[in-house]
Nanobody
């Protein structure tokens, strides 16, 4: 059974930092692109950042220079370091594992709340 579990959300003041972690079990993450998405109230879920199985990274423009994604295949983990947080970063953050070899399959975590106060 595949499980994707996020941790590290919380409440922080604007300008502060948070670290999100995600651990995937039941899959070999070496064959997956790992990503973070977020969904704010009343908005669609959007990509924040992803890192391919080759280590290539991609960020949405509004977080470039502030967020850093990394992966640890031995720990089956992906992490998101978020610095210089803004109130508009407030959202539920979801971890995604997308199989990069063969037919694409997506696995999602349950989400973790990030709230940035002004």
């Amino acid at each position: 059974q595949v499980q994707v579990v996020e941790s590290g959300g919380g409440l922080v003041q604007a300008g502060g930092s948070l670290r999100l972690s995600c651990v995937a079990s039941g899959i070999v993450v070496d064959y997956y692109t790992m990503g973070w998405y977020r969904q704010a109230p009343g908005k669609q879920r959007e990509l924040v950042a992803h890192i391919t199985n080759f280590g290539d990274t991609n960020y949405t423009d509004i977080v470039k220079g502030r967020f850093t994604i990394s992966r640890d295949n031995i720990a089956s983990a992906v992490r998101l370091r978020m610095d210089s947080l803004k109130p508009e970063d407030t959202a539920v953050y979801y971890c995604n594992a997308r199989r990069a070899i063969g037919l694409p399959i997506d696995y999602w975590g349950q989400g973790t709340q990030v709230t940035v106060s002004s």
